[in-house]
């Protein structure tokens, strides 16, 4: 008959780490002691005939029973002291009056108090064996009895002391290593902090990074390098779906020349091109650099991969040659309709020298204008990156070629033009280019001057430079103004309201006077002027090549 009631469970929980250690001590007494007794039985069955053998016998049994069914865990720790002093006096009855020296089994109480206990306990523990002793001795008198007193005690005070300094190095050496342990914890817990911060780092830029060992294995990659190639995130080290082309649309790049495979070689490279055909259906153009990373501590040496994506950049540079080209060819129709018309006015015998004189700056100018329109396309391509054609020149002319077809401007603006340059300014350079920086600097100058303003321009040769200097009495640039005055389209609010302009022309001039070698310094104040110096070397100075 079901009675609807479910019957109750006794659980058992795990004991703690006390009760575990109070259990295997008294266990070991206990083991030891049953031993000795069947020893004895079976050696000796006479000796059960001494109460107090046997009394001490059955005392350690139930000591033992007893610790085995006391709950520790709810008991203070002074009171386990009770366990080995009455293990002591049971010890004690067993040993006396017999002639078993059994006084042996009083190392496990000592050893019990040494470890822990207080030191005060462990002297308590070895008066109390001390005492039971002298009873002892003083009920069997013996010429022995006193010296075996001492040795007892002096061997149990060793192993109580021994055992005693033994623990409390082993708890200095435990609380040492887990302060260790805790300070190791927070070292790997502040590397895996600066770890994971320096991996959301590298994944919140757009470069691709990847990390390849010397053996070819890929050891980490960012997100961006992830997207391009088009790997797994769980298994990067399955094949990209992404494929790397030698051009657009052009022919796959053979797998030993890819740069990764190239990298897994340990070859070291820089802004190596690619085209990237990703998983998406997108090309992709790519700079790949590797750069070797030397090896530290535990760690060996490894190629760091660096992918940029410069498809931006690509597609930029195209449309802007494209547009250079077409700006060139459109130029070129109405400055050979100039440049015919005026040669044609100058076959005229009418003229009179100071309109053949007008016309021929107007040829030489479109001339000018028509060879810098031609070299549009090629410096597009590849920028300007030093002298084109160099030859021995002599800057004072090409100076004084400049300010004299700027005249007719300066005297439509009445502006006093002041040139001092009585010596040959010798150099080493493109006459071309140099004569477009000339007239830059010139025109600036003309252009910013008001009405009755002055124009000094000097040129002279000081120690082994050429120094070329216009300044005017302009409107200035001011000083918050003059850092980006070289930046190219940058123009200052009051030259946007003075004349029109693209606010090219001095970063050109700057990047021509660098090419050369030399200098371009600009000092001006607001209402005061501006004052331009270029400083080119001599031509026996000058040095060869790109700079």
Known sequence: MATGAARPMLVVGTPDARTRSIWLTQLVLAASV???????????????????????????????????????????ASAVLAVPFADALAIGLMSTGTEL??????????????????????????????????????????????LRVFVVLLTLTFIGITSHIALRRTRSLRRLLRRQAGRLTATLSRRSD????????????????????????????????SRLYGLDPLDPMRPAQSVEYTGLRGMPVPFSERPFSRAARGETFTDASVWLFTAQGEWRALSVTAKRLAARGDEDSSILLLVHDVTALTYAQRERERFTAMASHELKHPLTVMIGNAELALELDELTPRTRERFESIVAASDRMLTMTESLVTTSRRGFSGRDEVDDIDLQQILLESVASFRPTAVADDISVDVRADEPLPITADGFRLRQVVDNVVSNALKYTPREGRVRITGAVEGDTVVLTVADSGIGIGADDLPHILTPYFRTSEAKKKSGGT????????????????????DSEVGAGTTVTIRLPLAATITEGPA
């Open 34 to 76: 049953l031993i000795t007794a069947v020893l004895v039985m079976v050696l000796q069955p006479e000796l059960f005939g001494h109460w107090n053998f046997l009394l001490g016998t059955v005392l350690v049994i139930t000591l033992t029973l007893a610790t085995l069914a006391v709950p520790w865990s709810q008991i203070p």
């Open 101 to 146: 020296r059994l006084g042996y089994l009083w190392a496990f109480p000592v050893m019990w108090v040494a470890m822990h206990f207080r030191a005060t306990a462990l002297a308590a523990m070895l008066a109390v064996i001390g005492l039971i002793l002298l009873l002892d001795s003083a009920s069997t008198p013996a010429p022995w009895a006193a």
């Open 194 to 225: 600066q770890e994971r911060r320096t991996m959301e780092i590298l994944n919140g830029i757009d470069t691709g990074i990847a990390r390849i060992s010397e053996d070819g294995t890929l050891l980490a990659v960012n997100d961006a390098y």
């Open 503 to 522: 606010g090219l022309g001095l970063g050109i001039s700057n990047d021509i006077v660098l090419a050369h070698g030399g200098t371009l310094e600009i």
